[in-house]
């Protein structure tokens, strides 16, 4: 199953000048989770990922790191088209 999160840290926060993200916001080496996509937002201060995994509980351990430093939301999402979709 797929994930989309949109995740927000305030601007004191930023991990920007600390490693960045990926350092301090993510676990990214996970067994049974895949990232397969990150957009930044730099303006807004926003980090979208895409991930995908069968376990719920390994999306909260990907965000684990960044629990104290940012806020995040968590949709589950489809790689199909609603064309895709409305055929089956």
Same mark, same amino acid.
Do not use: A, W
């Given at each position: 199953?797929?994930?989309? #999160?949109?995740? *927000?840290?305030?601007?004191?926060?930023?991990? !920007?000048? %600390?490693?960045?993200?990926?350092?301090?916001?993510?676990?990214?080496?996970?067994?049974?989770?895949?990232?397969?996509?990150?957009?930044?937002?730099?303006?807004?201060?926003? #980090?979208?990922? *895409?991930?995908?995994?069968?376990?719920?509980? !390994?999306? %909260?351990?990907?965000?684990?790191?960044?629990?104290?430093?940012?806020?995040?939301?968590?949709?589950?999402?489809?790689?199909?088209?609603?064309?895709?979709?409305?055929?089956?």
């Amino acid at each position: 199953m797929q994930f989309l #999160i949109t995740q *927000i840290h305030d601007p004191q926060d930023c991990p !920007k000048d %600390i490693g960045g993200f990926r350092k301090v916001l993510i676990n990214e080496n996970m067994d049974g989770l895949t990232l397969n996509n990150v957009f930044i937002e730099h303006g807004s201060h926003t #980090i979208i990922y *895409i991930v995908e995994t069968d376990n719920y509980d !390994k999306v %909260i351990k990907f965000l684990e790191p960044g629990m104290l430093k940012c806020t995040s939301s968590i949709s589950p999402v489809s790689s199909l088209s609603v064309g895709e979709i409305l055929k089956k």
